[in-house]
């Protein structure tokens, strides 16, 4: 059974490659790995963190792509790759760009196609923007969809998904940061190399949402000085969007009050979230994390397609607003008494969710 991954990000890579070891260890899958460098060097570390070696690189990154470019570009690189494999799957991730021409290149081909993290969605086409649009079409253009939770299991089959065509394995992300916790703790992978105060809270911070683009990420950036100038410690790897990466410069470059660091490679970035007391986000994979580390997240995001966090209080949504970013992190902050994990709440899945896909499609595509 031979499977092709598609992929191009690196939050795709983190959430596929615990698969692409499961689905190789099992030695009933030959397994092939196409990037589209979506992402070039926050997308190379992952693959050294995992030990993943692409049988093709698209590589097609280039300054100021738009996204009519870099969808033409990963679909005219993918035909060739899709027919030189043969596979009898493709499998995808999430909702970028990649995943959704590598999901129309499985169709165009007539190849099965499977989605991991389906049925996401917070039922606005333009937020997020593209992804929630691309997370629509790739739902109508899979074959079998992976749903990390009960309630995108219940948004595929209120869009007419056949239920043995849905799986509800957990999400594959959660594989990855247990994984990953796990190896710091035995002293098999270096963690952050940063100072981290033990007599003041530290907030992570991070921030690359394009809906947030202009405005929204000034007023970002001036709710972190805030928190700073209030006594936190606060961290802030910043983007390399160079819209991200401007507004940093603009309202904290120089002033010294927030520790601005260049993108983290993955390890280190786990060990930050262990270390840190709340985290500043617009992620989604932060969304799910934070609550497996035992850590509250505050998302910066008017709608979110993952409300399970915010059900059980292990998120909370507050947008753009500075003030309301403020006060709602010294809230979540109040009563700060020193270093430790806050409760653990496995939200998004229990570190199983690659075994039970791996399972599944060996079953589907040997006909049983």
Request: glycine fraction near 12%.
């Amino acid at each position: 059974m031979r499977v092709l991954f598609i992929f191009g990000t690196r939050p795709e890579a983190i959430k596929l490659c615990p698969l692409i070891r499961q689905m190789r260890g099992a030695g009933e899958f030959e397994v092939r790995v196409c990037v589209t460098a979506q992402h070039r060097e926050m997308l190379d570390q992952i693959l050294r963190a995992f030990d993943v070696v692409p049988d093709d690189d698209l590589n097609v990154m280039s300054p100021g792509q738009t996204l009519f470019r870099s969808t033409s570009r990963i679909l005219e690189g993918l035909e060739a790759v899709i027919e030189r494999h043969a596979p009898d799957a493709v499998l995808v991730q999430g909702d970028t760009t990649s995943t959704l021409c590598g999901a129309l290149g499985g169709f165009y081909r007539g190849v099965a196609v499977g989605h991991v993290e389906a049925g996401l969605r917070t039922g606005t086409v333009r937020e997020p923007f593209p992804e929630e649009m691309n997370r629509v079409l790739v739902g109508r253009l899979a074959t079998y969809h992976f749903a990390a939770t009960p309630g995108a299991v219940e948004n595929l089959r209120g869009e007419g998904v056949a239920e043995d065509r849905i799986l509800l394995t957990g999400n594959t992300g959660i594989d990855a940061v247990l994984q990953v916790k796990s190896r710091l703790e035995r002293g098999e992978l270096e963690g952050f190399r940063g100072r981290i105060p033990s007599d003041r809270p530290t907030i992570l911070v991070t921030a690359h949402r394009r809906e947030s683009f202009g405005a929204g990420l000034r007023e970002i950036c001036l709710a972190i000085r805030d928190l700073a100038r209030s006594g936190a410690h606060v961290v802030f790897p910043v983007h390399p969007n160079p819209q991200v990466r401007q507004a940093a410069r603009e309202v904290l470059e120089g002033t010294g009050e927030v520790e601005l660091l260049e993108p983290l490679d993955y390890v280190p970035f786990v060990d930050l979230m262990i270390r840190s007391d709340l985290l500043l986000t617009d992620s989604g994979g932060i969304q799910e994390e934070g609550p497996s580390l035992g850590k509250p997240v505050v998302v910066m995001r008017e709608r979110t397609e993952r409300p399970e966090g915010v059900a059980v209080g292990a998120a909370t949504l507050v947008g753009t607003n500075r003030e309301l970013i403020v006060r709602t992190v010294q809230e979540r902050l109040q009563g700060w008494q020193g270093k430790g994990n806050g409760t653990v709440r496995h939200v998004y899945g229990d570190g199983c969710a690659s075994q039970r896909i791996a399972a599944y499609l060996a079953g589907r595509l040997a006909g049983r």
